[in-house]
């Protein structure tokens, strides 16, 4: 399954669907977290970011 949206700026517009595979991916990581080895094979060497930053008009 795949979001709707291709960009996730917000939560206002998702769908019902879309906060669901939101919700199962997070389940699903929490998993591997409780793993010894807290690493998924697909993303072996894989860097994955992040990047969060605002704009101050004036």
């Known amino acids: 399954m795949k979001l709707s949206t291709k960009h996730l700026l917000g939560i206002k517009d998702l769908q019902k669907e879309d906060i669901q595979l939101i919700l199962s991916t997070a389940a699903q ?3 591997v977290l409780q793993r010894p080895v807290k690493k998924v ?3 072996r060497d894989v860097t ?3 990047l969060f930053y605002s704009y101050n008009f004036v």
């Open 29 to 31: 990581f929490k998993e």
């Open 41 to 43: 094979p697909s993303l």
């Open 48 to 50: 994955i970011v992040n």
